[in-house]
């Protein structure tokens, strides 16, 4: 069984900057893809970011250039670095982690931008 428990939400003006951490529990190993998703109001549930085994990343376009994914294996923890928010970005944030086909996601976090 894997356990994901997010912190690090909040509010923040926009041309802020959050980081987020999910820190994860259980059989998980370093060749575990994780991500981040989002879901704002109304909208379906989009990804953010992900990171592979080897450092391999990939980005919402809508996000390239401001968010930084990172993970350290030896915590088997991820990360997401939001710099240059925008009201847009206010959202519930989740991470994900597949294992052997199988998805847990966190409790999510909210974060709000305000204008």
């Known amino acids: 069984q894997v356990q994901l428990v997010e912190s690090g939400g909040g509010l923040v003006q926009a041309g802020g900057s959050l980081s987020l951490s999910c820190a994860a529990s259980g059989s998980i190993s370093s060749s575990n893809v994780m991500a981040w998703f989002r879901q704002a109001p109304g909208k379906q549930r989009e990804l953010v970011a992900l990171i592979g085994s080897i450092g391999f990343t990939n980005y919402a376009d809508s996000v390239k250039g401001r968010f930084t994914i990172s993970r350290d294996n030896a915590k088997n923890t991820v990360y997401l670095q939001m710099n240059s928010l925008k009201p847009e970005d206010t959202a519930v944030y989740y991470c994900?982690?597949?294992?052997?086909?199988?998805?847990?996601w966190g409790q999510g976090t909210q974060v709000t931008v305000s204008s």
């Open positions: 994900k982690v597949t294992v052997r086909l199988k998805e847990y």
